[in-house]
């Protein structure tokens, strides 16, 4: 597996206060860390408070963004709903060499902005895909985290089907993938390793 390095300049997508931005600042050493965000106030804010020459924060909208240059990685951190499969878009739109995004709220994913499954070998099996969305999407933002049991089981599904297309989409325009966790597993009173929050991972694509 490839590694992510020789990061010269960074976009983040919706890096809200910029605190992810400003992390990647103090720990690496970069050229350019562009920062955009669709709320306004919060651009406004971090670039008022900004000190660092490197980075700059815009007020975009993703969906209508398009970068005037190639960037060598873009980054999401709990990219909302079809936001990530913005992400993903605008990184092999503008062949960014390296992509990571961590999926949030799946309950707010837009299959009419997306026109789901993407990959080629999931639009093979549309109508099976379709089925088993619609059986499993209601329990997407009904049954809590923490909760165990058999509608955890049928969300992580829903959760999983969604991200299945996602790196295959991504091998599918040439990328090397691979899943990071990115949150430990912990353990109960009863010593019992619980599977919650199963989901929180990045996907991440290389080239």
């Known amino acids: 597996m ?3 390095n020789n990061v010269k300049n960074i976009l983040e997508i919706g890096g809200g206060n910029g605190e992810l ?15 955009i965000d669709s709320n306004k106030e919060l651009t406004e804010k971090s670039t008022k408070s900004n000190r660092d020459a490197r980075v700059m924060y815009e007020h975009i909208n993703a969906f209508s ?5 190639s960037f060598d990685l873009v ?29 949030c709220c799946y309950s707010k994913i837009n299959n009419e902005k997306l026109s789901l499954p993407r990959s080629h070998i999931l639009k093979s099996k549309k109508e099976d895909y379709e089925k088993i969305i619609n059986l499993v999407f209601k329990y997407e933002g009904s049954v809590k985290e923490s909760d165990d049991g058999i509608r955890s089981i049928m969300r992580d599904g829903y959760r999983l089907l969604l991200n299945f297309d996602r790196l295959f989409y991504l091998q599918e325009n040439g990328y090397d993938v691979q899943v990071t966790s990115i949150c430990e597993r ?11 929050n199963s989901m929180r991972f990045a996907i991440v694509g290389m080239k």
């Open 21 to 35: 931005t400003k992390f990647i600042a103090d720990k690496l050493d970069v050229e350019e860390i562009v920062c």
């Open 2 to 4: 490839k590694s992510i």
């Open 65 to 69: 963004y398009c970068p005037s240059y």
């Open 186 to 196: 912990k353990l109960t009173f009863s010593n019992h390793i619980s599977l919650n």
């Open 75 to 103: 980054i999401s951190l709990h990219g909302c709903g079809s936001l990530t499969d913005r992400v993903i878009d605008i990184g092999v739109g503008s062949n960014i060499r390296n992509i990571i995004c961590v999926p």
